[in-house]
């Protein structure tokens, strides 16, 4: 199926890809790639009800899956535009042909998250797998797409005065898995919360988020209602035949008028090169305030505030002067 702002292949990601996929014509990837550990039969393994669950799943076998995974990931490399991002999810079974593949490519590792979801399938011999990996990688030639304040401004406090921006990019994220009974749905479905806050950090509007393995369409149909463009593969006919009906149903944009407003920044200064006049008159504002028994971190916040700086900024000027007056 193709339309001017999504392109969509009901083939496998690998020859489809070099069919149709140009070199660095992608701004961001997710993938969430088969699970390599017989997921076909889960259901059988952890007695799960998949009456609901769309026929077809095509399962790589653990003796494919190392090379299966540097061909796909060989091209995910290809297609990627210079400082275009890739998030690849996946479990510890097979982590490693994933770290193997991309470690034989130029992209250039960001971070190793930990996605951890609400609760894993329970085990009475070994501790309980609830969380999966996330790789998030750049492929390198231009500025990469990051955007740091993509959901809290620098000065957003929680309730126990924690910078909430810093909160919201640790790497370990903790994201509910979303639960649909009674309806029809894939095999594995990424919650619209962790796919959100991927595209709406590493992609513009407009952008074209690429996901080489479909499967319900999720990536697709966020990344459309986030105001981007989406592409990708999904060999299974039947989960094809089902969601391309279904994101039919998908606005472009619609997601985005239940972002909220971000306000604006605040230490407009910090990153720019500190004078001796405003470290001067920092350290004369601190002398002043240590009058008043205010405690040293209601200091540092009243100095970030007056001169739009970082705290940890503040906080270095702060040591510097208390080494020489103390």
């Not at 660095?24 to 009800?49: A, F, Q, T, V, W």
């Not at 697709?220 to 989960?239: M, P, S, Y």
């Not at 035949?241 to 239940?258: A, D, F």
């Amino acid at each position: 199926m193709t339309d001017k702002d999504f392109v969509f292949y009901n083939e496998d990601c690998i020859t489809g890809a070099k069919k149709y996929l140009p070199d660095n014509s992608i701004d961001l990837m997710i993938c969430d790639p088969p699970y390599g550990i017989e997921g076909d039969k889960l259901d059988k393994h952890y007695n799960r009800d998949e009456e609901k669950v769309l026929d077809g799943y095509v399962e790589i076998s653990s003796n494919e899956y190392p090379e299966f995974t540097k061909k796909w990931i060989a091209e995910a490399e290809r297609v990627l535009r210079p400082g275009a991002s890739i998030y690849i999810i996946s479990g510890y079974t097979n982590l490693r042909h994933i770290l193997n593949a991309l470690a034989d490519t130029k992209l250039v590792e960001r971070n190793h998250l930990i996605w951890k979801y609400n609760f894993g399938v329970y085990t009475s011999k070994k501790y309980i797998s609830s969380h999966y990996h996330i790789l998030y990688y750049v492929k390198q030639g231009k500025e990469m797409t990051f955007n740091t304040y993509a959901f809290f401004s620098d000065s957003e406090k929680s309730e126990t005065g924690g910078s909430l921006n810093y909160q919201d990019r640790e790497d370990v994220w903790y994201i509910n898995k979303e639960y649909k009974p009674g309806q029809i749905k894939n095999k594995n479905e990424l919650p619209k919360s962790l796919l959100t806050k991927m595209i709406l950090y590493s992609s513009l509007p407009e952008d074209m988020v690429c996901d080489f393995f479909l499967g319900s369409f999720s990536t697709a149909k966020v990344a459309i209602a986030l105001g981007r463009n989406a592409c990708g593969f999904e060999i299974n006919n039947n989960a094809f035949q089902y969601q391309i009906n279904e994101i039919q149903n998908v606005t472009k944009g619609e997601l985005l008028v239940e972002q909220r407003t971000i306000p604006e920044n605040q230490l407009t200064n910090k990153g720019k090169k500190l004078t001796t006049q405003e470290t001067d008159a920092i350290i004369s504002d601190y002398k002043s305030y240590l009058t008043l028994n205010m405690t040293k971190k209601n200091i540092i916040d009243k100095l970030t505030e007056k001169y739009h700086r970082g705290y940890w900024s503040i906080s270095k000027i702060i040591k510097n002067a208390e080494e020489r007056l103390f």
